[in-house]
């Protein structure tokens, strides 16, 4: 349902490339976990399958369609629920859900029933009249995960979708991923929180400097990489040992 090949993303003249030659693939139904240090290319990555960033090479393919050019067709393909999410603030939160219910031509007689579920689910209710500048953080993911689940994608991209959520919603919001998936859609987003990773995800990849340096489900991942070692923390800083080096000396020691 996503396949990502050979990607390469480079920032301007930079000779390090974000993105360096990723190959990966998330079938249908599926929940997939991008983990990787700070600056790894996690973002970059995301920002490139749902087409705000144009690759410098290689192909991205969503239900088997080229996704780079981003085009309309696909586009309704993907749901996107940034790490920051910039919502207008000068609409409410009702207004957001209505316009995105135009853009995707949500027929009139559908549009509650498919985000009131959400809305209330999300602890929303009190709020969705109230001016988004009025939000806090998590308020607006929630927002906008209500908004790019009622446009019903089949695949869900979230970055750090967790991130400063009350421990009811994030319990909320893996359930609407599990709900997701059920239904056959398939999930894939990053996240630095490992156990979540490990709990909630059916194969998790690990981006280091632009690479894949490790993929599959836990249990090839121990198979692989766990040399006695257990948890997904463990193989995480296995595989990214090398960013982990303090250099000889930087403590003012040797
Ligand atoms: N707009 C930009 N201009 C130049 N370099 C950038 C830009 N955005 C990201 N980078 C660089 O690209 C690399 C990958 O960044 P990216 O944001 O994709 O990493 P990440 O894995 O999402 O990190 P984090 O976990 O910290 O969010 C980093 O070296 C970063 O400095």
Not at 34 to 39: A, I, Q, R, V, Y
Not at 71 to 77: A, K, S
Not at 135 to 159: E, F, I, N, T, W
Request: charged fraction near 25%.
């Amino acid at each position: 349902m996503l396949a990502i090949r050979g990607l390469v993303k480079r920032y301007g003249r930079s000779p390090v490339p974000a993105v360096d030659g990723l190959d990966l693939e998330v079938g249908a139904g599926e929940i997939f976990g991008f983990l990787g240090p700070n600056g790894a290319g996690k973002t970059t990555t995301i920002k490139v399958v749902v087409g705000i960033l144009r690759p410098d090479a290689g192909q991205v393919t969503i239900d088997g369609r080229p996704a780079v050019p981003s085009t309309p067709e696909v586009r309704r393909l993907i749901g996107y629920v940034p790490d920051t999410p910039e919502l207008w603030p000068r609409l409410r939160g009702s207004e957001y859900l209505a316009f995105l219910a135009d853009v995707y031509q949500i027929p009139p007689e559908e549009r509650m029933d498919r985000a009131w579920p959400l809305v209330e689910a999300l602890e929303l209710v009190d709020a969705i009249d109230s001016l988004i500048s009025s939000y806090s953080h998590g308020m607006r993911q929630k927002l906008a995960l209500v908004g790019a689940l009622m446009v019903r994608p089949h695949l869900l991209v979230l970055d750090e979708p967790l991130v400063g959520l009350d421990p009811r919603s994030s319990y909320v919001v893996k359930e609407l991923l599990r709900e997701h998936t059920r239904r056959g859609g398939t999930v894939f987003f990053s996240t630095h929180i490992l156990d979540v990773a490990e709990r909630l995800c059916d194969r998790v990849g690990i981006i280091h400097k632009g690479r894949l340096v490790a993929s599959g489900t836990l249990d090839e991942m121990r198979a692989l990489h766990a040399r006695g070692h257990e948890t997904l923390e463990a193989i995480f800083l296995e595989v990214t040992r090398a960013s982990l080096t303090v250099p000889e000396g930087s403590d003012g020691r040797r």
